[in-house]
DNA sequence: CGGCGCAAGATCATGTAGGAATCTGAATAA
DNA sequence: TTATTCAGATTCCTACATGATCTTGCGCCG
């Protein structure tokens, strides 16, 4: 009896990205509770697949720190973003994206203004017809700004180990809530700007600014889930990096 | 007939170690040709094993940079580094871990500076009593010498950011000759001397220069092997399956 | 009477074997 | 020389067996 029934269309292939693509949904939009395990058994039953291909996207999600795993006791669901892991986040921002943005603001064909601008134009234009849920539009141009920032840099291992981080993707799991997308966007514009111009130190600073401010806002948002874990035993001051 | 030849003493489980060591150790030493296919099935019976831990494995090291995948056409060992890719490797270097330096060299009890003497002293006697190989050695001080430094930094998303790297892994692959070790341990010796005093802006320079000599270093190696390949231009190079 | 330890059952990860769809590569025909 | 077809090889998935690990329930001790 053929246990399927999803996903069926082109039933001959393609099982491991539709798997993939639904179990990384299924994290990022909190169905599975974080920290919690996942049965590989009723995962292949519930999209109607077998278990190998279920596991392979599970290797393939611990790459991308969604799960981790155990041996001998299978995969579970990364626990969210503390206040701690945060800040260790965004500090590696700051030290990988000022240089990228220094990096991309010469004056030559790799330089990316053109690009942003284009990217900007779009984001500004989709926040004005899209009325509902902008957050998902947020982010994605969100990454694409820093990508394409990163990519002009053009330093392929710099760029594979940002990519690494996916730092965007767990700060969209970390807030569903929504965010003031206005003040990003003119961030952006101000980096944008000085890359365009061709002036490194305005570009790296402009880019400083806007990771401190959007650490400043996503910890804001922070502190207001503080409540339902008030005991916050921080141990030493964390140092501050500067370049 | 019994294929197995290996690793057969505890049949039951602990395969995938074995696998991940075995298939590893081929990749650094070239028994399989950089660029050349990997044939699971060749894989799994050559090592007594079935076909799901080679994937397993194979996944793996997909995540270590020893080989890329390619949808209905299977795994193949990565190219080696070539000059661009080594300065993209060392630039990222120059980025993270003379940071790593300024940060680590703090009056605090997380100063690695213990641990490194420790390290230094260890690879010392080392070098003075094997009379073999000693790059495997070295290799492996080199590894624990950065990473003690990185995780005194204590950012983990920068240590693992660096680790996901695998530098030495690839620069061991790159370079089979040998290398004089003793100007290594003795930049190492300054670095420890500047993290132990407590000098942020001594400690941040002795790295970075460390990292420009060794960039230096493996450049020059690289230079001495340019003659064996001076034409490299060529489209689909003759693609041999090797297993 | 309540807490602790132990053991049997169940659950689940891990490895094995085999089959179907697909890709590779070369020989053949236009 | 170029497009097409066909056989061989190989990946990818399914289904199942096995051993380890976690849970549940009972008995024992305090």
Redesign the pocket.
């Given at each position: 009896m053929p246990?399927r029934q999803s996903s069926d269309a082109s039933k001959?292939?393609a099982?491991?990205s539709d798997v993939y693509g639904a179990m990384r949904a299924s994290i990022l939009k909190g169905d599975i509770e974080p920290g919690a395990?996942?049965?590989?058994?009723?995962v292949s039953r519930s999209l109607g697949?077998?278990?190998?291909?279920v596991r392979?996207v599970l290797q393939r999600l611990e790459g991308d720190n969604l799960v981790v795993y155990s041996?001998?006791?299978?995969?579970s669901t990364t626990p969210l973003l503390d206040l701690p892991a945060l800040r260790s986040l965004f500090e590696f921002r700051l030290l990988v994206e000022p240089w990228a943005a220094r990096s991309a603001a010469v004056d030559r064909l790799a330089n990316p203004a053109a690009a942003l601008e284009k990217e900007l134009s779009a984001i500004r234009n989709s926040l004005k017809t899209t009325s509902g849920d902008a957050r998902q539009d947020l982010v994605a141009h969100d990454t694409r700004f820093h990508d394409t920032i990163l990519l002009a840099a053009g330093n392929p291992v710099v760029q594979h180990a940002f990519a690494q981080t996916h730092c965007h993707l767990h700060t969209f799991r970390l807030y569903p809530a929504d965010i003031d997308g206005a003040i990003t966007i003119a961030e952006h514009a101000t980096v944008r700007e000085a890359i365009a111009a061709c002036q490194p130190d305005r570009a790296e600073e402009a880019m400083a600014e806007h990771i401190r401010n959007s650490f400043a806002r996503f910890a804001q948002a922070f502190e207001g889930k503080a409540d339902l874990a008030p005991l916050e035993s921080d141990g030493p001051p964390k140092r501050h990096i500067v370049t």
């Open positions: 246990p001959g292939k099982a491991v395990r996942i049965n590989i058994d009723a697949v077998s278990q190998t291909p392979e041996p001998g006791r299978g995969y």
